[in-house]
């Protein structure tokens, strides 16, 4: 049986290949920090505890402050160098990795408006840098149709509103969220807002008890008349329609977020080859000599070849210099929905070929099982994907699709 402490010790993992120098640069932190993660994963997940050790570990590592520039106090990762060590975190507990996740994406949507000098970008990266802050967005709750309103009132606003799927919620310090806003003028308009989560009027609700990714933290957040200034409005943009704001969080979301389902599956992989070695058949040849079984490694690996080509594609497509345009986020959706798919068919088959001990708690493929069917609901979701796909190709307006 495949246990949590064997997986410590594989020597035959499958390692996502780097293409450009540099791009595995900060896997070995990754790795490092993975390795003290392994343990406890099974622990975390089973008494659906938030990850805090983890996370005071990933501070004082430096891995919280990943993406910020070097210039404002960072190490520097781009985009590319993100994936590659989202991955190898995801390996040893998926939880962690994506709950941080949502974190280093919003860093990375910071450091797209920082280049562009917009205002208060480089206010954020440096409280990253130097006061540890976790970012954390109410994504699931947002898109095109915000939940949560804005009541103008005394130069601010007053928001309410119930926000869902806030991973690290127990843990994060600045919610970006948005509310709908009912201008007298000009009609509703969305406003995107950062809010502190000790402001006055914010409670987390103790309410994530899910299948699968139980450690994240990904509770409710409800907002009952929470004080708003101006200075926290980052943003607004019409009510119904995908704009350039959303497309920048897309566009850093989707592949850094599909990096941790590619390492999930690349993870489940070596649990499964690791069994195979290990096992005889019952007249006492080796598994791996089983031509069923060896046809279902093959598969495994040409999907996890696959799902990473489709990945660096997207992401060689979208090039250094991008705008927040369809151009830019289309190809990293698709490639999204590509990589949450086939990682789900890898560890599906990892599965299939541990035999029935990979059904037992005590194995990882169980909770590779749980945790990697938690791709599909990210926005957009594989059909969605497919709807946005197919209207910019036919040129119908795809700018409600979310």
């Known amino acids: ?24 640069a900060f896997v070995p932190l990754a790795a490092e920090l993975g390795a003290e993660f392994t343990p406890r994963a099974a622990e975390h997940d089973r008494e659906n505890r938030f990850v805090f050790d ?14 910020v520039p070097q210039e404002l106090g960072g190490l520097g990762a781009t ?4 994936c590659f060590a989202q991955a190898e975190l995801a390996r040893s507990c998926a939880a962690t990795a994506l709950a941080v996740n949502m974190h280093i994406y919003l860093t990375l949507s910071q450091v797209f408006r920082f280049r562009r000098g917009a205002p208060g970008a480089e206010g954020v990266l440096r409280r990253v840098a130097d006061d540890g802050i976790v970012l954390l967005t109410s994504g699931g709750s947002d898109g095109i149709w915000p939940s949560g309103r804005a009541v103008k009132e005394n130069g601010g606003y007053r928001v309410s509103g119930r926000k ?27 406003l995107l807002i950062g809010i502190p989560m000790r402001a006055e009027g914010m409670t987390i609700l103790d309410n994530w008890d899910t299948l699968g990714m139980r450690a994240t933290g990904s509770n409710d ?11 926290q409005i980052a943003g607004r943009r019409p009510w119904g329609k995908v704009d350039p704001i959303l497309r920048a969080a897309g566009i850093h979301f989707a ?6 389902y590619a390492g999930i599956a690349a993870g489940a992989r070596d649990d499964a080859v690791r ?11 080796p598994l791996a000599e089983d031509p069923t079984v ?13 799902l990473w080509w489709s990945l660096l594609g997207a992401l060689d497509e979208l090039g250094e210099e991008y705008g927040p345009d369809d151009r830019a986020m289309a190809p990293l959706m698709i490639a999204k929905r590509q990589v949450v798919l086939e990682a789900q068919a890898v560890v599906d088959l990892a599965m299939q070929i541990a035999g029935g001990s990979a059904y037992f708690r005590t194995s990882p493929l169980e909770r590779a099982y749980r945790d990697v069917r938690a791709g599909l609901f990210h926005p957009m979701n594989p059909e969605r994907t497919l709807l946005y796909a197919g209207r910019l190709a036919l040129d119908v307006p795809a700018d409600t699709v979310w």
């Not at 957040?221 to 200075?231: F, I, K, P, R, S």
């Open 255 to 260: 592949p850094t977020v599909a990096s941790v």
């Open 221 to 231: 957040v409800l907002l009952e008349n929470v004080a708003v200034t101006e200075g």
């Open 79 to 82: 985009m590319r160098q993100v």
């Open 54 to 67: 983890n996370f005071d570990r990933m501070r004082e590592a430096g891995y919280l402050r990943l993406a």
């Open 275 to 285: 069994a195979v070695r290990e096992r005889r058949m019952s007249d006492g040849r």
């Open 164 to 190: 869902v799927f806030c991973s690290q919620a127990p843990i994060g310090d600045v919610l970006s969220t948005m509310a709908l806003h009912e201008d007298p003028v000009e009609g509703p308009e969305v």
């Open 1 to 24: 049986m495949v246990t949590v402490e064997q997986r410590t010790t594989s020597e035959q993992a499958w390692r996502l290949r780097p293409v450009r120098p540099g791009d595995d």
């Open 294 to 306: 060896q046809r279902q490694v093959g598969l495994m690996e040409a999907k996890l070849h696959t």
